[in-house]
């Protein structure tokens, strides 16, 4: 065990002086370094920026993915060439951000989406937060209207109903051909012009009429697709009632096949008329008789084209005809038809018809002369006998104006009241 040093002994006045504690070292010419102490001031800073980036960051995250003011879903249209603080003022006009703008442009920023703002028509839902708003923006996600085409309007009455439409934009050039449109319900969104909507029609048109072209019915008595068109015109307008079609399209078929003419009203008033569509007025004596290219009780076989704009459910009767001996309809008075083989028995549909129309007439007005019998074609017809006859001379019209002519707004679509003698 080693020793302890001896103490040596202090005066009892050196024990009452405090100790001397020894100075602080010196600091060493390093840290003086003009660059050490540039470099902690920036590792200072940097830390700072970093603390405050972070809390930016988690603000701006809740900001941005908070949810929204918007009540209830609301469609806002962004106009062309807005730029971003117009579209940052069109949004909080109507409620879908709050009154800080300054939120939806620093959103913008943060997300890099500056460039990708589209114009366009949206729905924004309810509670959208500022990342729902930008994304459907970006994304392009505009409201799709529905314009539904009814089947059986011609071509100018189609170019009418789209000018009329405010959700299109310019105007049509030009009226397209006649049965290159096809009838259905189309999504357009808003500022699509007139022009693209007549393109897609007719590219769904051109589509749809080569795929049932290439189902028809390999014995059909037509030559061209723009034959089977111009067949299931004087189809649609004939007859209104879906179940029906198929049978019509065979009537006119057999008449084909066996060189029948197809007196059809229908088309003589597209050869009075053209593409207005409708007459407005009973079919006089004279216009039945009258030579016209689309005169079917005067040409054989078909028209030169098409008296409309046929939907899918006519073109594909027009194709795949039912198999019947049918050649003649008449209004059954019920919106539907009577169709015989025969013309005896057409005459019996016709009587049929003329008993149930003066029944109901004796039942809600007082009793008129009787309406003029159905009359032979080539003699003074009845207007109201539009039909469809054999190879006899003496086939009647059917009576009665027909489903499809209240359906379509067309004066006499299938039949005519009584004629207007002339």
Do not use: C
Not at 296 to 311: K, Q, S
Not at 397 to 407: E, F, I
């Amino acid at each position: 065990m080693s020793e302890r040093p001896p103490i040596s002994p202090r005066s009892p006045r050196a024990a009452l002086e405090p100790e001397q504690v020894p100075p602080p070292p010196k600091r060493s010419e390093r840290a003086r370094n003009p660059f050490v102490v540039v470099g902690n001031a920036i590792i200072t800073i940097v830390l700072v920026l970093m603390i405050g980036t972070g809390a930016a960051y988690y603000y701006g995250r809740q900001k941005i993915e908070a949810p929204g003011p918007l009540q209830e879903d609301k469609v806002v249209n962004i106009p062309a060439r807005a730029g971003m603080t117009d579209i940052a003022d069109t949004l909080q006009r109507e409620g879908v951000i709050d009154n800080n703008r300054w939120a939806f442009i620093g959103a913008v920023f943060a997300l890099k989406a500056r460039s990708e703002l589209k114009p366009g028509e949206y729905s924004f839902q309810k509670n959208a937060s500022l990342r729902d708003v930008i994304g459907t923006i970006v994304e392009g996600k505009v409201v799709q209207h529905a314009v539904t085409i009814p089947e059986g309007l011609t071509s100018e009455q189609i170019v009418g109903r789209l000018t009329d439409n405010d959700i299109f934009a310019g105007s049509v050039k030009e009226i397209p051909r006649e049965g290159t449109l096809l009838p259905e319900t189309y999504k357009f969104p808003r500022g699509t012009t007139r022009d693209q909507v007549i393109v897609r029609m007719q590219q769904t048109q051109k589509r749809v009429l080569a795929e049932i072209w290439e189902r028809r019915s390999p014995d059909l008595p037509i030559k061209t697709p723009e034959q089977l068109v111009t067949l299931a015109s004087i189809v649609e307008k004939e007859t209104g009632k879906a179940d029906e079609r198929s049978r019509v399209a065979a009537v006119f078929v057999n008449r084909l096949r066996q060189k029948i003419k197809l007196q059809s009203d229908p088309t003589i008033i597209y050869g009075l008329v053209g593409g207005k569509g409708t007459l407005g007025r009973p079919i006089k004596r004279s216009e039945i008789q009258q030579p016209s290219p689309y005169n079917t009780y005067v040409v054989d076989g078909l028209p030169p084209g098409p008296i409309a704009n046929p939907g899918r459910a006519s073109l594909e009767a027009a194709a795949n005809p039912a198999r019947t001996r049918d050649l003649f309809f008449v209004a059954d008075g019920t919106g539907g038809h009577a169709f015989s083989d025969t013309y005896d028995q057409h005459q019996k549909n016709v009587a049929k018809l003329r008993a149930m129309e003066k029944q109901i007439q004796n039942d809600t007005v007082e009793p008129a002369d009787d309406p003029p019998p159905p009359a032979a074609a080539g003699a003074p017809a009845d207007a109201n006998a539009t039909s469809t006859t054999t190879a006899k001379p003496a086939a009647p019209k059917k009576p009665a104006r027909s489903p499809a002519a209240a359906r379509q707004g067309a004066a006499q679509s299938t039949a005519a009241p009584p004629v207007v003698q002339q």
